[in-house]
């Protein structure tokens, strides 16, 4: 279970890996409702018999975009939680690359390391993530990216010495 930390812990874990989710489990049924919530019905996401037979990954693959989806769940699962945020939105990413397929019903998990922080007005702070997602049993990571996000608190909350 995450822990909880306060704003003025913020500085002390820039450079740290603050956490590695656990394991999901990649199934068809999660490529098949991805695929219907993006309409990206490309075979090889879709179609295990052709998937096999017409590609070198053996059957399907989850998209790029869900292995990068499933970061949300993995970031709830492991970060600590920020006593004083009231809101916290994705910012965007500066990097984003797509190393190894994900085959379906792999086991996939996110590694956290806080790569930046940087308090942004009165009321917010963006946190820079340097994040991985490991395919279990794999040598290569499924992806890696740098991941922007952003945490609203009230005013009051700003520690004073930043």
């Known amino acids: 279970m995450p822990q909880d930390i306060s704003l003025s812990d913020i500085k002390d874990l820039i450079g740290k890996e603050l956490g590695v989710s656990d394991w999901i489990t990649v199934t068809q049924t999660t490529i098949d409702r991805f695929a219907e919530a993006t309409s990206d019905f490309q075979f090889i996401h879709t179609d295990p018999t052709r998937a096999a037979a017409e590609t070198p990954f053996g059957g399907t693959i989850a998209h790029g975009f869900l292995s990068l989806s499933l970061l949300s769940a993995m970031n709830y699962n492991c970060l600590p939680k920020i006593r004083e945020q ?77």
């Not at 930046?116 to 997602?133: H, K, Q």
């Not at 794999?138 to 520690?159: H, M, N, V, Y």
């Open 86 to 162: 009231t809101m916290g939105i994705n910012y965007g990413f500066e990097k984003v690359r797509f190393v190894a397929p994900v085959k379906s019903g792999a086991r996939v998990r996110g590694r956290f390391t806080m790569a930046d922080a940087r308090f942004r007005g009165a009321g917010m702070l963006m946190i820079t993530y340097d994040v991985t997602v490991e395919i279990e049993g794999e040598r290569k990571p499924a992806l890696t990216a740098i991941w922007q996000t952003i945490i609203q608190f009230d005013p009051k909350d700003r520690p004073a010495d930043v």
